[in-house]
């Protein structure tokens, strides 16, 4: 099992910068990847940005692509993703997720094994 607990939102102009982060425990060793996904009001889930946690190989949703990046650290167990150039478009519940064993993009792309609680981030024009 794995528990992951993301940082608190917030609220940020657009045209801002934003970042959050995720701690990881429990059973981290045998971690495959780790994303975030986020979900906006009266829409569904979509997938944000993903990590391979042993290559460092990532994968983003053409909504962000070259605004937000993802990173992790291996001595924290913990994934960030900063939010750069924000959109009101960006706002939504943001929730940290984690799989433990090797998937294809396209499965990781539409969920994870663990998840956490979410983070919400709203951005203002």
């Known amino acids: 099992q794995v528990q992951l607990v993301e940082s608190p939102g917030g609220v940020a102009q657009a045209g801002t910068n934003l970042r959050l982060s995720c701690k990881a425990s429990g059973q981290t060793s045998s971690l495959y990847a780790m994303g975030w996904f986020r979900q906006g009001v009266g829409k569904e889930r979509e997938f944000v940005a993903a990590i391979i946690w042993a290559g460092n190989h990532t994968e983003y949703a053409d909504s962000v692509k070259g605004r937000f990046t993802i990173s992790r650290d291996f001595a924290e167990d913990a994934v960030y993703l900063q939010m750069n150039s924000l959109k009101r478009d960006d706002t939504a519940l943001y929730y940290c997720?984690?799989?433990?064993?090797?998937?294809?993009?396209?499965?990781?792309?539409?969920?994870?094994?663990?998840w956490g609680k979410g983070a919400l981030v709203t951005v203002l024009s």
């Open positions: 997720a984690a799989h433990p064993r090797w998937a294809p993009q396209a499965t990781l792309s539409r969920g994870m094994d663990y």
